[in-house]
């Protein structure tokens, strides 16, 4: 049976059939569907054209458009695929799928792995890690000494870098997650599964069964 | 957990800019 609501309807310019992304991703046909309308609120919350710019990103995020974040800044550059400075509709669902409960848990450490690899050198390196703790301290009320810090990076980075390269390179990511799991929590959106309930209003007139 | 304690992936991992949830909130 048709849908006579999608008829007609004007799509963002890189708007994606949500058939082929839920192909390719955790999500069904249906959660694709709501995700737009999340999209749709997010690219259009300050430039109205369907693409979400840092800007918007870092509005939802924050609540504020200017703030500025390292991790945020990492996070959009993965999830804009194109480096195009600015997040389509089928790169937010794809890079969203990593954060679906559902996802395969190797794409969430290899997601992880590419946010803290700063430099995108294939390998996460002890100046980068300081560069991530500072970050933190940062953007938080917690203040640590500066011996604090050295010590809290040391201590991790002798842990996860087996080899004594002076680099965590991906293999050693993996093993050091599999030993600390709770590293990758905040890989998992338990949300994703609900997201059909938040976002309801296209699901009812989805033209696609699951 | 004292911070000197903590795992620096932990720390970082609790970043706010790493918190997607917020992009679902109305």
Redesign the interface.
């Known amino acids: 049976m048709g849908c006579f609501c999608s008829k007609g309807v004007k799509r963002t310019p890189g708007y994606e059939e949500p058939t082929v992304l839920a192909a390719e991703t955790p999500f069904t046909v249906s959660e694709v569907e709501a995700l737009y309308e999340?999209f749709k609120k997010?690219s259009s919350s300050i430039i109205d054209d369907g693409l979400i710019h840092k800007e918007e990103f870092n509005l939802?995020?924050?609540r504020n458009r200017n703030k500025r974040?390292?991790?945020?800044?990492?996070?959009f550059d993965l999830f804009d695929v194109k480096r195009n400075g600015v997040i389509e509709f089928g790169e937010f669902v794809r890079s969203?799928g990593v954060?679906h409960p559902n996802a395969p848990i190797e794409d969430k450490i290899a997601f992880a792995f590419r946010?803290?690899d700063l430099r995108n050198t294939g390998s996460i390196e002890q100046e980068e890690?300081k560069e991530?703790?500072l970050?933190?301290l940062h953007?938080?009320d917690?203040v640590?000494s500066e011996d604090?810090i050295e010590?809290?990076?040391d201590?991790?980075?002798s842990?996860?870098d087996a080899k004594g390269d002076g680099k965590i390179d991906q293999e050693e990511w993996k093993e050091?997650v599999s030993k600390?799991p709770?590293?990758?929590?905040?890989m998992t959106?338990p949300?994703l599964k609900d997201?059909t309930l938040?976002f309801p209003s296209f699901v009812l007139r989805s033209e696609v069964e699951d | 957990v004292a911070?000197?304690t903590?795992?620096?992936?932990?720390?970082?991992?609790?970043?706010?800019?790493?918190?997607?949830?917020?992009?679902?909130e109305?």
């Open positions: 999340l997010l939802a995020l924050f974040n390292l991790f945020a800044d990492r996070i969203l954060f946010l803290y890690l991530m703790v970050a933190l953007e938080s917690l640590l604090v010590t809290i990076v201590k991790t980075f842990q996860a050091f600390n709770s590293l990758i929590r905040n959106l949300y997201i938040a | 911070p000197v903590m795992n620096a992936f932990e720390l970082i991992s609790t970043s706010q800019g790493l918190n997607l949830s917020s992009l679902f109305k």
